[in-house]
């Protein structure tokens, strides 16, 4: 199977290097591309949108043996990036994942509110997190995402999602949730909280809990490549 892994703001591919190994082991082809946008600190941001993140997924989709099956992964606002893909690609895709995130709706930005410089969003000092986001995440661990992290398209953030086709609620979901529990998860459900929206229109959707801070392929990558392949053995 092959399994594709997209990082989340301000991360590049290699973010998933302490996942990726256990996902091979189990006998996984393990791809995890750095999106434009994301391959250096002065790379031309300007023109990177979610829209052409999006599109760089689906790409790959497309490049990919059509008789092997495919999961995406998506932390975070990767979330939104590889469920735009399963919306362009539904037949392509066995399950998606979404890591702390979720399968963003039509219309809906992933993150108006981050603070922009030019068409950059650089990462935010680490006291405009919440204790939750943080959690695990000890002083070497941040020095250590803050010394990899790259600036993020601001468009990326700020663009809304664009779906269409209702097929794509025949993909198989499952929540890692990180920072949320089940419970909270169904609460923002029955609330409408737009960013949970589309999980109860999935003919097929389960939840992972794990708990620790929004990073956990850093704070707990051997338990988050396990949930990832229970998720795949659904």
């Known amino acids: ?16 290097s302490a996942v990726a190994p256990a996902l091979r082991e189990a006998g996984h082809t393990v791809h995890t591309p750095t999106l434009a946008g994301l391959h250096s600190v002065e790379e ?4 990177v949108t979610l829209a052409s993140q999006t599109a760089e997924v689906i790409a790959l989709l497309d490049a990919l043996d059509p008789s092997r ?3 995406l992964v998506g932390h975070s606002g990767g979330g939104a990036i590889i469920h735009g893909a399963v919306d362009a690609r539904p037949n392509r895709v066995a ?17 108006e509110q981050l603070e922009s410089v030019g068409s950059d969003v650089p990462l935010p000092p680490w006291d405009e997190f919440s204790d939750t986001d943080l959690r695990d995440l000890d ?8 010394t990899a992290a790259i600036p993020e398209p601001a468009r990326v953030a700020r663009d809304p999602q664009r779906l269409s086709d209702a097929a794509r609620y025949g993909v198989p979901i499952t929540l890692i949730s990180c920072t949320f529990s089940r419970d909270e998860i169904a609460e923002a459900i029955a609330a409408g909280v737009p960013y949970f929206a589309e999980v109860p229109l999935m003919l ?5 809990e794990l708990p620790t801070g929004h990073w956990p392929q850093f704070t707990k990558p051997d338990e988050l490549a396990a949930a990832i392949l229970e998720a795949i053995g659904a």
């Open 69 to 71: 099956p495919v999961v």
């Open 204 to 208: 097929s959707s389960s939840i992972i």
């Open 44 to 47: 031309d941001r300007s023109e």
């Open 1 to 16: 199977m092959d399994v594709v892994l997209i990082a989340g703001f301000w991360l590049q591919g290699d973010s998933w």
């Open 95 to 111: 399950r998606a994942i979404y890591v702390d995130s979720g399968p963003t709706p039509d219309g809906v930005a992933i993150n």
């Open 139 to 146: 002083d070497d661990l941040q020095e250590r995402v803050r």
